[in-house]
């Protein structure tokens, strides 16, 4: 199998050693350390190979007092969401177009879930971005085509903005070279594709996973 024969959907639990979220204060990517119980940086530059692209949806539900989450899908337009909260249960099922309302009006937030391939390590991380980063992302996959098969992914630099007054910034994407080793990453994305498990949500009992979520900060202000 290569990764050329990403096409599908598929439900999946933790195939990543890191889970990534953007810092807009820090202007980098951070994970949250459960040995440490503290977020540690990962500083720029970074390199990377496109391993899978997802669309999923998290946020937090103040009826519930709990963290909102649902299964990954490839395409939003043909593939059913599920949204849930920890503890309230499920809040809407559908395509994202037709629950979208209730789901935002729930506190859940539309988030690319994207997993790459280190390009010196190999090491699985999975960076997840909303707001003005997914929207970076989005934009950034239309104009280089197919060309991340064939291409690292390099994060070098942020980007600035604001918003009213708030003052955000947001990671810039950009093509790299080519990719040295492709059977490589081909063998790497087969070890990926067998972690991947068959049902669609994670266990709603996964206490330790909760914990994960409610560190989870919201310091880009949803931008």
Known sequence: ???????????????????????????????????????????????????RDCNVIKGWNDKSQSGIYSNEVKMLGKDILEVKSFKGG??????????????????GRYHKSLYFANAETGEVINITIKGASANS??????????????????????????????????????????????????????????????AHFVDEQDEELEDEFNEISDDDLGF
């Not at 499920?90 to 506190?107: N, R, T």
């Not at 991340?148 to 009213?164: A, P, Y």
């Open 90 to 107: 499920l809040i809407a099922k559908g395509l994202y177009k037709d629950i979208k309302d209730a789901v935002q009006s729930a506190g």
């Open 1 to 51: 199998m290569s990764r050329s024969a990403e096409v599908v959907s598929t439900g999946f639990e933790k195939p990543a050693s890191k889970y990534l979220e953007w810092s807009s204060d820090e202007k980098c990517f951070k994970f949250w350390n459960k040995s440490t119980s503290s977020n540690e940086f990962i500083p720029l530059p970074l390199r990377l190979v496109l391993l």
């Open 137 to 198: 992302w989005i934009d950034f996959m239309k104009e280089i085509g197919s060309k991340w098969l064939s291409n690292e992914i390099c994060i070098n630099d942020f980007k600035e903005d604001k918003k009213g007054r708030v003052s955000f910034s947001t990671p810039v994407f950009s093509i790299g070279s080519t990719i040295a080793d492709p059977k490589k990453f081909d063998a790497i994305y087969d070890d990926f594709v067998k972690k991947i498990d068959k």
